[in-house]
């Protein structure tokens, strides 16, 4: 999959600049030299932050011989709507890469779309020379495909049921061990396909006892509205880690629309059950309660 997004390396080396209104002639601005375009290269990757946001990093690098600045940034992808993009300007100096985040559109599900994402970076240099890199650029880690798995498996799932966690807990004990239990809640959509929930994925941060990796669940619409609890432990108690969490109270889930098995998608915690969670791992984990 990763070679789909292998760099195109095209270049729109002259930018026209329009002429005053005296009717002076349009002055084509002079391009970037190629050498420094050689070593521009494009790759799409996402940070933990901004996962929840559909929000991805478009990374240049500059390996050539000489600084530019980056005044702009376009990313377009057959997977969702309209162009992801920022006017935010840095300056890319020789030897450096810098991220720039950009916000998805809408995702567009149909079985129809293909072809590979397409970015464009507006370059100038100090002496105001000016070029566009347009790249397909290298994704290593795949989440364009991910997200695009996501989304779609959010949006199938959505036509059938409203999945949501409770916002609190209740707490008990299971062999010595805290156990804070957390409730999957489905609610049917009328008229909508049949929707199962086979499995909920442990996070970063809670898991069930006993050391597997998920729970196993069955909810499922067709036997109307349901609730089912998760029982959890805590995952970790360096606190610090804990402190910086961006995902460990997002659920991911395996479902099944009318039979056809979904990708994993992720639930997130409301702020109130976000709140007693990380309250529940303080206690779990023998911290101070107002530390």
């Given at each position: ?24 002639p ?36 500059n390996?050539?011989?000489?600084d ?5 940034v376009?990313l ?44 464009e ?13 347009v ?38 004990d ?5 156990v ?31 050391g ?26 360096d ?53």
């Amino acid at each position: 999959m990763a070679g789909r997004w292998r760099v195109a390396a095209v270049v729109v080396a002259a930018l026209v600049v329009a002429g005053c209104s005296s009717g002076e002639p349009a002055v084509t601005a002079s391009p970037i030299p190629t050498d420094v375009l050689a070593g521009i290269s494009v790759e799409v990757r996402q940070g933990r932050s901004t996962w929840a946001q559909r929000v991805v990093q478009v990374r240049v690098t500059n390996a050539g011989p000489g600084d530019v600045s980056v005044t702009g940034v376009r990313l377009t992808t057959p997977d969702v709507e309209g162009v992801a993009s920022t006017d935010k300007g840095r300056i890319l100096r020789a030897g450096v890469d810098r991220d720039f985040s950009v916000a998805l559109g809408d995702p567009v599900c149909d079985d129809e779309t293909s072809g590979p994402a397409h970015a464009e970076v507006d370059l100038t240099d100090d002496a105001g020379r000016r070029s566009t890199i347009v790249a397909e650029p290298t994704d290593p880690q795949e989440h364009l495909a991910r997200i695009h798995g996501e989304d779609c498996a959010g949006v199938a799932v959505a036509q059938g049921a409203t999945l949501t966690l409770a916002d609190t807990i209740t707490t008990s004990d299971v062999d010595g061990t805290l156990v804070a239990n957390v409730e999957l809640e489905l609610e049917p959509v009328a008229g909508g396909p049949r929707v199962e929930v086979t499995q909920v994925d442990r996070t970063i941060l809670f898991a069930p006892p006993g050391g597997a990796v998920s729970w196993p669940v069955a909810l499922d619409t067709a036997d109307g509205a349901g609730a089912v609890t998760l029982p959890a432990i805590a995952g970790r108690c360096d606190l610090h880690a804990v402190a910086d969490d961006k995902r460990g109270t997002f659920f991911g889930l395996h479902t099944r629309v009318d039979g056809v098995e979904q990708p994993v998608f992720y639930v997130p915690s409301s702020k109130a059950l976000r709140s007693a969670l990380f309250t529940f791992i303080r206690t779990a984990c023998g911290a101070p309660a107002d530390g």
